[in-house]
Protein backbone atom coordinates (compact mmCIF):
# COMPACT_ATOMS: atom_id res chain seq x y z
CA UNK A 1 0.00 0.00 0.00
CA UNK A 2 0.74 3.57 -0.87
CA UNK A 3 2.31 5.01 2.76
CA UNK A 4 2.43 8.81 1.20
CA UNK A 5 -0.58 10.79 0.06
CA UNK A 6 0.03 13.90 -1.52
CA UNK A 7 -2.58 16.63 -1.74
CA UNK A 8 -3.73 18.21 -3.25
CA UNK A 9 -3.75 15.29 -6.62
CA UNK A 10 -3.78 18.47 -8.98
CA UNK A 11 -2.99 22.12 -8.96
CA UNK A 12 -2.69 24.86 -11.17
CA UNK A 13 -1.20 28.20 -11.02
CA UNK A 14 -0.34 31.43 -12.70
CA UNK A 15 3.72 31.79 -13.69
CA UNK A 16 5.27 33.84 -10.84
CA UNK A 17 2.75 32.23 -8.12
CA UNK A 18 3.59 29.86 -5.34
CA UNK A 19 2.62 26.22 -4.95
CA UNK A 20 2.38 24.26 -2.09
CA UNK A 21 1.74 20.67 -1.84
CA UNK A 22 1.41 18.57 1.08
CA UNK A 23 2.35 14.88 1.86
CA UNK A 24 1.32 12.32 4.70
CA UNK A 25 3.10 9.21 5.90
CA UNK A 26 2.05 6.45 8.21
CA UNK A 27 5.02 5.24 10.22
CA UNK A 28 8.71 6.21 11.66
CA UNK A 29 10.77 7.57 9.62
CA UNK A 30 14.27 8.38 8.92
CA UNK A 31 14.41 11.37 6.18
CA UNK A 32 11.33 12.22 3.97
CA UNK A 33 12.24 13.19 0.08
CA UNK A 34 10.54 14.64 -2.69
CA UNK A 35 10.64 13.79 -6.51
CA UNK A 36 9.85 15.64 -9.58
CA UNK A 37 8.86 13.91 -12.83
CA UNK A 38 8.65 15.48 -16.17
CA UNK A 39 5.57 13.50 -18.31
CA UNK A 40 6.86 10.35 -19.22
CA UNK A 41 10.37 10.35 -17.54
CA UNK A 42 11.97 9.13 -14.93
CA UNK A 43 12.02 11.02 -11.77
CA UNK A 44 14.08 13.78 -10.02
CA UNK A 45 15.50 13.66 -6.78
CA UNK A 46 14.82 17.79 -5.35
CA UNK A 47 15.62 17.90 -1.89
CA UNK A 48 15.51 15.36 1.42
CA UNK A 49 14.74 15.97 4.72
CA UNK A 50 16.14 14.70 8.18
CA UNK A 51 13.39 13.36 10.85
CA UNK A 52 15.41 15.76 12.72
CA UNK A 53 14.76 18.74 11.05
CA UNK A 54 11.99 20.89 10.67
CA UNK A 55 12.83 23.13 7.86
CA UNK A 56 14.77 23.33 4.90
CA UNK A 57 14.97 25.20 2.00
CA UNK A 58 16.79 24.61 -1.86
CA UNK A 59 16.79 27.53 -4.48
CA UNK A 60 13.15 28.05 -4.70
CA UNK A 61 12.04 24.80 -3.22
CA UNK A 62 11.55 25.07 0.68
CA UNK A 63 10.36 21.72 2.33
CA UNK A 64 8.73 21.57 6.26
CA UNK A 65 8.12 18.68 8.02
CA UNK A 66 6.18 18.01 11.23
CA UNK A 67 7.07 14.50 12.29
CA UNK A 68 3.87 14.44 15.53
CA UNK A 69 2.00 14.96 12.54
CA UNK A 70 3.40 12.64 9.95
CA UNK A 71 3.03 15.03 7.30
CA UNK A 72 5.27 17.30 5.09
CA UNK A 73 4.64 20.44 2.62
CA UNK A 74 6.55 21.48 -0.61
CA UNK A 75 6.73 25.02 -1.13
CA UNK A 76 7.90 26.12 -5.05
CA UNK A 77 8.46 29.76 -4.96
CA UNK A 78 7.71 32.34 -7.65
CA UNK A 79 6.68 29.30 -10.12
CA UNK A 80 7.87 29.06 -13.50
CA UNK A 81 6.49 27.13 -17.12
CA UNK A 82 8.98 24.84 -16.29
CA UNK A 83 8.04 23.47 -12.83
CA UNK A 84 5.30 21.84 -14.58
CA UNK A 85 5.43 18.03 -13.37
CA UNK A 86 4.06 15.75 -11.09
CA UNK A 87 5.60 15.78 -7.31
CA UNK A 88 5.72 12.59 -5.54
CA UNK A 89 7.01 12.41 -1.55
CA UNK A 90 8.88 9.35 -1.02
CA UNK A 91 9.84 7.95 3.01
CA UNK A 92 11.62 4.73 4.13
CA UNK A 93 9.59 2.74 6.83
CA UNK A 94 11.48 1.78 9.74
CA UNK A 95 12.73 -1.89 9.19
CA UNK A 96 12.44 -1.60 5.42
CA UNK A 97 14.42 -0.78 2.33
CA UNK A 98 11.66 0.21 -0.56
CA UNK A 99 10.81 3.71 -0.77
CA UNK A 100 7.23 4.49 -0.79
CA UNK A 101 5.93 7.34 -3.15
CA UNK A 102 2.41 8.45 -3.22
CA UNK A 103 0.17 9.39 -5.41
CA UNK A 104 1.43 12.64 -6.46
CA UNK A 105 0.60 16.35 -6.80
CA UNK A 106 0.38 17.69 -10.55
CA UNK A 107 1.08 20.47 -10.79
CA UNK A 108 0.88 22.89 -13.86
CA UNK A 109 1.93 26.25 -14.30
CA UNK A 110 0.15 28.57 -16.75
CA UNK A 111 2.67 31.11 -19.24
CA UNK B 1 29.10 8.05 -16.36
CA UNK B 2 25.68 9.15 -17.67
CA UNK B 3 23.74 8.03 -14.87
CA UNK B 4 21.04 4.90 -14.53
CA UNK B 5 20.42 3.63 -17.90
CA UNK B 6 17.21 1.46 -18.72
CA UNK B 7 16.51 -0.67 -22.02
CA UNK B 8 14.48 -1.05 -24.06
CA UNK B 9 13.10 2.61 -23.69
CA UNK B 10 9.33 0.75 -25.37
CA UNK B 11 8.42 -2.81 -25.88
CA UNK B 12 5.05 -3.90 -26.93
CA UNK B 13 4.56 -7.68 -26.27
CA UNK B 14 1.58 -10.48 -27.04
CA UNK B 15 -0.21 -11.60 -24.13
CA UNK B 16 1.51 -14.44 -22.43
CA UNK B 17 4.93 -13.65 -23.96
CA UNK B 18 8.01 -12.85 -21.83
CA UNK B 19 9.68 -9.41 -21.64
CA UNK B 20 12.96 -9.10 -20.40
CA UNK B 21 14.44 -5.48 -19.03
CA UNK B 22 17.80 -4.29 -17.89
CA UNK B 23 18.97 -1.51 -15.85
CA UNK B 24 22.16 -0.59 -15.37
CA UNK B 25 23.26 1.82 -12.38
CA UNK B 26 25.93 4.20 -11.66
CA UNK B 27 28.75 2.52 -11.29
CA UNK B 28 29.58 3.28 -7.81
CA UNK B 29 25.86 2.76 -6.16
CA UNK B 30 26.06 -0.79 -4.40
CA UNK B 31 21.92 -0.38 -4.12
CA UNK B 32 19.23 -0.67 -7.11
CA UNK B 33 15.30 -0.73 -7.29
CA UNK B 34 12.85 -1.50 -9.31
CA UNK B 35 9.54 0.04 -9.50
CA UNK B 36 6.40 0.09 -11.93
CA UNK B 37 4.25 2.73 -12.24
CA UNK B 38 0.94 2.85 -14.16
CA UNK B 39 -0.48 6.01 -15.11
CA UNK B 40 -1.39 8.68 -12.62
CA UNK B 41 -0.10 6.66 -9.77
CA UNK B 42 3.07 6.76 -7.98
CA UNK B 43 5.90 4.15 -8.47
CA UNK B 44 5.18 0.90 -6.96
CA UNK B 45 8.16 -1.09 -4.93
CA UNK B 46 8.98 -4.20 -7.06
CA UNK B 47 12.19 -5.10 -5.47
CA UNK B 48 15.44 -3.90 -3.76
CA UNK B 49 19.41 -5.46 -4.48
CA UNK B 50 22.27 -4.22 -1.90
CA UNK B 51 24.76 -5.55 -4.37
CA UNK B 52 23.87 -8.77 -5.88
CA UNK B 53 21.56 -9.78 -3.10
CA UNK B 54 18.42 -9.22 -3.37
CA UNK B 55 17.05 -7.95 0.18
CA UNK B 56 13.40 -7.18 -0.28
CA UNK B 57 10.68 -8.36 -2.77
CA UNK B 58 7.17 -7.06 -3.03
CA UNK B 59 4.49 -9.21 -1.89
CA UNK B 60 2.04 -8.15 -4.77
CA UNK B 61 4.54 -9.52 -7.26
CA UNK B 62 3.09 -12.56 -9.01
CA UNK B 63 5.95 -15.58 -9.43
CA UNK B 64 5.39 -14.64 -12.96
CA UNK B 65 8.50 -11.45 -11.95
CA UNK B 66 11.47 -12.27 -11.30
CA UNK B 67 14.70 -10.05 -11.01
CA UNK B 68 18.51 -10.85 -10.97
CA UNK B 69 21.77 -8.88 -10.32
CA UNK B 70 24.35 -11.05 -11.14
CA UNK B 71 27.61 -9.13 -10.16
CA UNK B 72 26.01 -6.59 -8.37
CA UNK B 73 26.50 -4.31 -11.44
CA UNK B 74 23.61 -4.26 -13.98
CA UNK B 75 19.99 -5.73 -13.02
CA UNK B 76 17.29 -7.70 -15.02
CA UNK B 77 13.59 -7.93 -14.43
CA UNK B 78 11.89 -10.58 -16.35
CA UNK B 79 7.93 -10.76 -16.46
CA UNK B 80 7.17 -14.25 -17.73
CA UNK B 81 3.39 -14.77 -19.10
CA UNK B 82 2.59 -11.39 -19.60
CA UNK B 83 -0.55 -10.24 -18.73
CA UNK B 84 -2.01 -7.05 -19.97
CA UNK B 85 -2.55 -5.82 -16.45
CA UNK B 86 1.51 -5.73 -16.60
CA UNK B 87 1.09 -2.89 -18.92
CA UNK B 88 3.06 0.13 -17.43
CA UNK B 89 6.40 1.87 -16.89
CA UNK B 90 8.80 -0.19 -15.43
CA UNK B 91 11.44 2.14 -13.61
CA UNK B 92 14.92 1.56 -12.20
CA UNK B 93 17.18 3.34 -9.37
CA UNK B 94 20.10 3.21 -7.71
CA UNK B 95 21.82 4.77 -4.81
CA UNK B 96 25.08 4.89 -3.45
CA UNK B 97 24.55 3.27 -0.03
CA UNK B 98 26.56 4.33 3.46
CA UNK B 99 25.53 6.65 6.06
CA UNK B 100 25.97 9.61 4.28
CA UNK B 101 22.41 12.09 3.89
CA UNK B 102 22.99 11.58 0.04
CA UNK B 103 23.47 7.46 0.62
CA UNK B 104 19.69 7.50 0.56
CA UNK B 105 18.94 9.73 -2.57
CA UNK B 106 17.51 7.40 -5.40
CA UNK B 107 18.52 8.48 -8.90
CA UNK B 108 16.07 7.02 -11.59
CA UNK B 109 16.40 5.81 -15.01
CA UNK B 110 13.89 6.78 -17.96
CA UNK B 111 11.98 3.73 -17.71
CA UNK B 112 10.99 1.24 -19.94
CA UNK B 113 7.58 1.09 -21.18
CA UNK B 114 5.38 -1.83 -21.29
CA UNK B 115 2.57 -2.35 -23.63
CA UNK B 116 0.86 -5.95 -23.59
CA UNK B 117 -1.91 -6.26 -25.77
Known amino acids: SQQGEEDPQALSIQEGENATMNCSYKTSINNLQWYRQNSGRGLVHLILIRSNEREKHSGRLRVTLDTSKKSSSLLITASRAADTASYFCATVPSGTYKYIFGTGTRLKVLA | DTGVSQDPRHKITKRGQNVTFRCDPI?????LYWYRQTLGQGPEFLTY????????KSRLLSDRFSAERPKGSFSTLEIQRTEQGDSAMYLCASSPGGVSVGANVLTFGAGSRLTVL
Open chain 2, 49 to 56: FQNEAQLE
Open chain 2, 27 to 31: SEHNR
